[in-house]
């Protein structure tokens, strides 16, 4: 990579990217829907904000991605082109870009191992075929797709790891052996947390731990601040009625994001309004548990930028429930949490990834121990005293966690391969 260019050709491999999903009106897109981080709305559209900021920054993209199982439309956003693999046949079982994710569908359906193995070979040939042609490629979780880009690319390469693919390299047989070849070959990689970091590092001898710390950065992804502020607080809370101190749950209803907690905090706390965003398959069960506690639980499914930022203008707190499920997987770096921060608001969580990093930058985080409520609600008291990160406060630490400055942190790692 040349330092300092504005005119990259980055190629990016990612298991999920975000799609129009049936769209009519042959925009790509579904309207008012799809945002810029798209977060709550499909699988991977954190990697969708890392490529359009790519893009603003004056470098053309091209993402290597799997073929959704449904017809879907890929997204047009200058400067991306969106190259979906065919990689299994029937197209049903394409699986990986649909919800609840490839962690999840991998635990509880292990013959789709087949489909997942056959796009991490379409995925090396795609890159394969490709060599010469990309000045920097950049994968986003270590396998398939770090993998894939280490046998294939000849290009300076950066390798993120998010949290299911090091879970992932601690369990499988050999997993050992492909992390230490990672840190052998002429890689750099990215981790969006520190603990993520150490456990990686577990894996490796103490002479590849020593070079793990000279080529690898801890950083987690970046959001569009811009998209984050601005929000209707009075008109939000007017039209859904809300009333009182105001806690918001966003991302996907599975086991390990574990919302039947955030909806027990409610439960204890009846001065609390609780309103979840996101869906999944847990949201029909949470749905009947939470009819008790009437409207003081409300489910507004998926929501695109615009609503996000209203809800996170409306709500007094963010609150993160995730756990580590029994085979050891946790959240890499929740987006929602910082997503929350740059808007200002006060976060609890549960789960520490990424966000003692924000702690240092001065941001309002409360961490409570997995699982435990009484913590859970001493947190969400202090949260309320606490109050929203206003003024010059704010946008300093927005500043820090956009796009705008945590692209050139990511980029730098690979400026002096070459």
Known sequence: MRGGSSDLAIGVLTTSYPSGLLTQDGSGRTPGRLSEGAGLTSAGGFVRGFCLACARAGHRVEVLCPEPADPALPLRDPGVRVAPLAYFRPRGLQFLSSAPGAPEALTSRPWLWAP????????????????????????????????????????????????????????????????????????????????????????????????????????????????????????????????????????????????????????????????????????????????????????????????????????????????????????????????????????????PGGLAEARRLGAPVELVEDGDLGALVTGARWALHRGRLGGGSRERLARELDWQVVLPRLLAQVSGQG
């Not at 299911?164 to 230490?180: C, K, P, Q, T």
């Not at 609150?319 to 085979?327: E, G």
């Open 116 to 351: 997942a193995l056959a796009f991490s070979a379409r995925l090396t040939a795609a890159c394969l075929s490709r060599r010469g042609g990309y000045g920097v490629v950049v994968s986003h979780w270590l396998l398939p797709c770090g993998l894939a880009a280490a046998l294939a690319s000849n290009a300076p390469h950066l390798a993120i790891a998010h949290g299911s693919d090091v879970h992932l390299l601690e369990r499988m047989a050999g997993g050992a052996r492909i992390a230490r070849w990672l840190v052998r070959q002429r890689v750099s990689l990215a981790f969006v947390s520190g603990s993520l970091r150490r456990r990686f590092a577990a894996l490796l001898t103490r002479d590849l731990q020593r070079r793990l710390l000279d080529i690898s950065v801890v950083q987690p992804m970046g959001v569009c601040a811009g998209e984050l502020v601005g929000g209707d607080r009075v008109g939000t809370r007017a039209r859904m009625g809300l009333q009182g101190p105001v806690a918001l749950w966003m991302g996907r209803m599975t086991p390990l994001k574990r919302a039947a907690l955030a909806v027990d905090l409610a439960r204890v706390m009846p001065e609390l309004t609780l309103v979840l965003a996101g869906g999944g398959p847990e949201e029909e069960r949470l749905r009947r548990s939470s009819r008790p506690l009437g409207t003081r639980v409300r489910f507004v499914g998926w929501v695109g930028s615009a609503e996000r930022a209203d809800l996170l203008a409306a709500a007094d707190l963010l609150v993160i429930t995730s756990t580590v499920l029994p085979d050891g997987r946790g959240d890499g770096a929740p987006v929602v949490a910082r997503e929350a921060l740059a808007a200002g608001l006060p976060v609890v969580s549960t789960t």
